[in-house]
């Protein structure tokens, strides 16, 4: 492996520190991917502004290591459940729980969307009326 390719999704940080030392506040730009080569290191700032649960992992898809056979004394990185469904993600992954009242809120469970706020179902009559022709495909 040669590099890692860090995303965050729904935040952004800056690169504010490599091996070779800081780096000055006048050349850190907004990123949400970084690329990390092999043995080396990267210092990132962010402030968690949006509540939620947010994926951090190497976008690189042959280091999920989804199919890589593992030593006797390794737990499977595999995905797992997810609140919609499973999260086919392994290897490099983490999970940032971002929450507005920390203490108040369970940390260990997924984040509680506001009502309103995840996307359902379309509704084939207002798809219609919006002029929206929807086509249903029959499984033989």
Not at 1 to 26: E, R, W, Y
Not at 104 to 123: L, N
């Amino acid at each position: 492996m040669d590099h890692h390719p860090i995303h965050l999704h729904g935040l952004s940080f800056v690169v504010t520190g490599t091996d070779g030392g800081n780096i000055p506040l006048s050349a850190q730009v907004p990123e949400t991917t970084v690329l990390l080569p092999t043995g080396s290191t990267r210092v990132i700032e962010f402030v968690p502004t949006e509540p939620g649960d947010w994926p951090m992992h190497c976008h690189m898809t042959h280091h999920t290591m989804m199919e890589m056979p593992l030593p006797p004394n390794s737990a499977p990185m595999r995905g797992g459940p997810g609140p919609f469904s499973y999260i086919d993600m392994g290897g490099m992954f983490t999970l940032l729980k971002v929450r507005e009242q920390p203490r108040a809120e369970d940390a260990q469970g997924w984040y509680a969307h506001p009502p309103g706020t995840v996307a359902g179902p379309a509704d084939l009559a207002r798809m219609r009326s919006d002029g929206v022709v929807a086509e249903v495909s029959q499984a033989p």
